[in-house]
């Protein structure tokens, strides 16, 4: 299928890309920690709020436009951070930047990216975007990278707090996730089967973490690299590390990971301009709530106090109208961004934006309001949320 008009739905996506893409990386990217019941909830839980549908109101001149932290946006969604997009397709993060450069929304950037801060700045001509910071116990490699952030024209900074230590993803430990693929005879027979990518990476220098290699101290080779990222995630994560981040920041700071409404608090007296509420997109802590089950109590805590934002399960606008019904000011997508990489590149993300921005604005107007920022719980059908 190559007529991007007759995508429809993120799931066309999303079965493209799992046979486009290499295994390792597909399953990488679509699933979750253990038994994946988190992972599950996070979408199939939003199947469970209903909407209110209103009739004979005016529907004309309708506004998905907002801000977030301060930022115009054609719509409250965001790309997520997610780690070896590069690896969904040749130059991933560049290509999903373009995409989000140029449908006026922000893209954030992970440590953990094939493409560097460096390569997102030439290639989007220095526009502005973020970047996800993991913190290592190496503090001056942290240092370095605050810096070159400033230096890409890096606006806002997002620290993720629930990755101290890693969940238990199965599906990569029985794929033997490595960035680039070992050449085991495994891996070869499924690269046979993706002509696309592997003409795609063939075209490509970028074929492992820029943001580290050649950064890190002690990391010259992939074998270096592997020791280095498997040692450095830093257990010992305080708040008096997102003190000093903000402090070295100085600038947009927002925390991602929030599932508890005590460290919304304590995330809000940080002084940080922004939380998502997120559970790693379930691949962390199984057994964890859906995101959008805990976005609620924390909205309902901590919303007046500083803006709210939660990612997780979001498959469509009307995903995002009921976040934003129940209090989430932003939200921000990674899967649905990844399947259309995957898929086609960065004609893909731009159709899955297409998608999500089609739906949330017919949804949004079935509902009775014509300006994403006048949309709250009452567009919502009580007793199923």
């Known amino acids: 299928m190559s007529d991007l008009s007759k995508i429809t739905n993120i799931e066309d996506l999303r079965v ?3 046979r486009r893409v290499p295994k390792m990386f597909y399953d990488y990217a679509d699933s979750g920690a253990w038994t994946e019941g988190t992972y599950r909830a996070n979408e199939s839980d939003f199947q ?14 309708r506004s998905l436009r907002t801000t977030m932290v301060g930022q115009e946006t054609a719509m409250p969604v965001a790309i997520a951070p997610t780690g070896l997009t590069g690896m969904q397709h040749a130059d991933g993060e560049i290509l999903g930047a373009r995409a989000a450069k140029a449908f006026g929304i922000p893209f954030t950037l992970s440590t953990m990216s094939i493409c560097s801060l460096e390569d997102i700045a030439e290639n989007t001509g220095r526009h502005p975007f973020w970047f996800q910071l993991y913190v290592m116990k190496d503090r001056d490699f942290i240092e370095r990278l605050i810096e070159r952030a400033k230096a890409a024209n890096v606006t806002a900074l997002q620290l993720t707090l629930d990755l101290q230590i890693l969940g238990q ?12 693929p070992k050449p085991t005879l495994k891996n070869l027979i499924n690269l046979a089967t993706k002509p696309r990518w592997c003409m ?8 492992t973490f820029g943001n580290i290699a050649g950064h890190a101290k002690g990391v010259k080779d992939l074998s270096s690299l592997s020791s280095w990222t498997a ?3 830093d257990p010992a994560l305080s708040w008096a590390d997102v003190e000093w981040i903000k402090k070295l920041w100085g600038g947009k700071l927002i925390l991602k990971g929030i599932m508890d409404v005590e460290d ?9 301009d922004a939380l998502i509420v997120s559970n790693h997109g379930g691949r962390q802590l199984d057994g964890a709530p859906s995101s959008i089950a805990a976005l609620p109590a924390i909205a309902d805590a901590v919303g007046n106090e500083i803006e709210v934002w939660m990612d997780g399960g979001i498959r469509s606008g009307q995903d995002v109208l009921k976040a934003r019904a129940l209090g989430a000011r932003g939200t921000m997508i990674g899967r649905s961004f990844l399947y259309g990489l995957g898929a086609f590149g960065q004609e893909g993300v731009t159709r899955a934006l297409q998608i999500i921005q089609k739906e949330l604005d017919i949804t949004m107007a ?8 006048e949309v709250d719980s009452s567009i919502l059908l009580p007793g199923t949320f």
Do not use: W, Y
């Open 16 to 18: 493209i890309a799992k």
């Open 231 to 233: 040692e450095q995630f």
């Open 169 to 180: 993803r199965h599906k990569d430990i029985k794929n033997g996730l490595t960035a680039p």
């Open 366 to 373: 079935f509902c009775g309001r014509t300006n994403i920022d």
């Open 48 to 61: 469970k709020i209903k909407l209110r549908q209103r009739v004979a109101v005016n529907m004309e001149g």
């Open 200 to 207: 795609g990476m063939l075209g490509t220098k970028r074929r």
């Open 264 to 272: 919304a608090r304590l995330a809000a007296s940080s002084g940080a």
